[in-house]
């Protein structure tokens, strides 16, 4: 019974890594960096969710409407801020100003919050009993949640025309620009998008560990995931993120707790020598 | 990369960044800073000798990642790893085989080269972010294998490190003035070494490497080799400055060399400017200073006891928010730009006079 448990809280991990990754993927896809203030977006997020339930006293569903909205926002006011007037520098700088941004973000919650940590656990603690094993609900919503936002964002990048708009401008940036997609207001939708993704992500990953300013190093511990799925394929974020937690979580129990942590890495390590475009590259011509 | 276009009458004339930077170098300005910084034991006590100690350490480190991310364009996250490797093979060549120091330090610099081809061979195949990512990866290895092999490096306890090195008949103690001497000396030697590697055959490759890959495999480059050679030296350097700071600490454990050491050594590049080592030694200076005057902000206008970490991020945060937002070229970029402006002055126009953030914030 040991594995069952070990896959049942793998997979959940698993879809947290791959909610992550998901944003991770978001950003890249659109504007080709990484973004390394999304754990700190996830734990800010969350941060606001506990603001609602225990300062303004609203139930758990209105906080976690509040979160994904301060996320929305404060994703779209990170971009235009910071990341826009970049656009067309080198790499490095760009992702230095998202270090930054963490920092800033981690000190924001420290200041409002102290760096003490707090406990948000909007869910039940006994577990519910499907066909026979034991869940605990927190595994159980994180689940059908990832699942339920999965089929959200496949239907949403596959029939409405802003994710037809997301998807040509991952594909060509420049002819996209050409055909009248408002380039910048796509940059700018998707920070705000991943910035959800984040909150969401967040308030799930909350009773797993407490809420903590160092809370947003969960995120990267997704990086591997999304770059087991090639960065910039979807699925492969969230194959990689379910790979990723279950090795982790059996990996955990089989071998020693120093090897544990270091296990994505290594894993990620031996993808990136034998195929180091990642699992789910799709070729393409490149020109020089 | 920016372009700065200087008109006479009608002609027009474009200076990119690359053709400032390979103008001839004036080096007057070198004799009054090195008597500046040999002086300053006289002045400094014991306390200001350990910072600009830590400050010697950080410039070769600084500049042994300009190396490898300015010249040769390998995007690293992993070089507190290398720095680990070399503080913790210095502690075990020195302290546990008691070999000399001057060999344990060399010795340390060649065990980081030698382990630089974990990831100087994958980086053929894997590039930019990517590489960041797997040398990320490689931090967290380093600092995991160091509290893994617990019997050699005496995991999260720490390493104690003699302060006291030994060279022939020279005994320096790390908080005195000789062992001053001895780094200045040696950072000396690397800025100076990172100058003609720049403009030497080697620099010229590991340049068109970073400007492109294919051209320069094109062009006869042979990738595998410059690449492995461009993470051997840097490496080497990076190991030599670890074994440098477990001198000068003392004690040596997993916490000093986390991720956010390498973190700190890219934001000394961006903030001080990427690929001309005097960029390294401003940005080095400038990060290392920074928790200093963080602290000395708190004395004057916080009450005293009040939380330091939460400042340090917000300040840190910021500054490195402000710089790159303001100029991502970092400080001798922005040097740059002024000398030519002064340089050309009755000629300039106001295009390079014009501050490029009012441009850039439309």
């Not at chain 1, 067309?88 to 973000?105: D, E, K, Q, R």
């Not at chain 2, 490497?209 to 410059?226: F, H, K, M, P, Q």
């Not at chain 2, 700071?245 to 916490?255: A, D, K, L, R, V």
């Amino acid at each position: 019974m040991v594995i069952i448990d070990g896959i049942v809280n793998g997979i959940a991990l698993g879809c947290i890594y791959a909610l992550v990754a998901f944003g991770f993927v978001l950003v890249y896809k659109a504007t080709k960096i990484i973004n390394f203030a999304q754990g700190e977006i996830m734990m800010i997020c969350a941060y606001v969710c506990y603001a609602g339930i225990k300062t303004f006293h609203l139930n758990f569903v209105a906080s976690f409407v509040l979160a994904v909205v301060f996320g929305l926002v404060l994703g779209s006011l990170l971009e235009r801020l910071f990341i826009r007037p970049l656009i067309g520098y080198p790499v490095l700088p760009i992702v230095i100003a998202t270090i930054g941004i963490s920092m800033v973000l981690q000190a924001v919650v420290g200041l409002i919050w102290t760096f003490e940590p707090q406990r948000l656990d909007p869910f039940s603690v006994s577990p519910y009993r499907v066909l026979g094993i034991a869940i605990s609900p927190v595994h159980l919503w994180t689940i059908m949640i990832t699942v339920v936002l999965i089929a959200v964002f496949f239907l949403f990048f596959r029939y409405t025309l802003v994710g037809i708009n997301l998807r040509a401008i991952a594909e060509d940036l420049l002819g996209s620009m050409a055909s009248g997609i408002a380039v910048r207001r796509m940059f700018n939708f998707t920070w705000a998008l991943a910035a959800a993704l984040g909150a969401v992500a967040g308030i799930l990953l909350a009773p797993l560990v407490l809420l903590h300013p160092h809370m947003g190093s969960i995120g990267l511990r997704a990086l591997p995931a999304a770059v087991l799925g090639s960065f910039g394929s979807i699925p492969g974020a969230i194959v990689g993120g379910l790979i990723l937690g279950l090795s982790e979580t059996i990996a955990g129990l089989y071998l020693p707790k120093e090897i544990k942590d270091v296990f994505p890495w290594l894993i990620l390590f031996l993808v990136l020598l034998i195929r180091p475009e990642g699992i789910f590259y799709t070729y393409e011509q490149k020109k020089v | 990369m920016r372009t700065l276009t200087i008109s006479f009458g009608r002609q027009k004339i474009r200076f990119s960044d690359r053709m400032i930077k390979e103008e001839e170098e004036q080096g007057w300005w070198i004799v009054p800073l090195v008597l500046l910084i040999f002086s300053l034991p006289f002045v400094l006590d014991d306390y200001r000798i350990y910072l600009m100690n830590r400050i010697g350490v950080a410039i070769i480190g600084a500049i042994s990642l300009d190396i490898l991310c300015g010249f040769c364009g390998q995007l690293s996250l992993g070089h507190a790893g290398f720095l680990a490797i070399g503080a913790y093979s210095y502690g075990i060549l020195h302290m546990t085989f008691h070999l000399p120091a001057p060999l344990s330090i060399v010795g340390a610099g060649c065990v980081g080269a030698l382990l630089s081809l974990v990831i100087g061979i994958p980086s053929l195949r894997l590039k930019g972010l990517y590489l960041a990512i797997a040398t990320m990866g490689f931090t967290f290895i380093v600092d995991d294998a160091i509290r893994f092999f617990s019997v050699w490096t005496h995991g999260v306890e720490g390493f104690r490190v003699s302060r006291v090195v030994h060279f022939g008949f020279m005994e320096l103690h790390s908080g005195k003035t000789g062992f001053y001497y001895f780094l200045y000396t040696l950072v000396f030697a690397m800025v100076v070494f990172s100058r003609f590697l720049l403009h030497s055959k080697l620099g010229r490759a590991f340049t068109s490497i970073r400007d492109s890959e294919t051209a320069a495999e094109v062009s006869g480059i042979n990738l595998l080799l410059y690449k492995v050679l461009a993470f051997g030296i840097s490496s080497f350097m990076a190991a030599v400055a670890g074994a440098l700071m477990g001198i000068i600490i003392g004690t040596i454990s997993p916490e000093d060399f986390n991720i956010l050491l390498s973190i700190d050594f890219l934001v000394m590049l961006v903030i001080g400017g990427m690929g001309a080592a005097y960029g390294a030694v401003i940005g080095a200076f400038f990060i290392t200073f920074l928790p200093e005057g963080i602290t000395t902000l708190r004395d004057a206008f916080l009450p005293p006891g009040s939380d330091i970490a939460i400042l340090q991020y917000l300040i840190y945060g910021l500054i490195i928010l402000s710089f790159i937002v303001f100029e991502p070229h970092g400080i001798y970029g922005r040097w740059l730009v002024i000398k030519t402006y002064m340089k050309r002055f009755p000629l300039n126009e106001k295009r390079i006079g014009r501050i490029a953030w009012i441009r850039r914030w439309r």
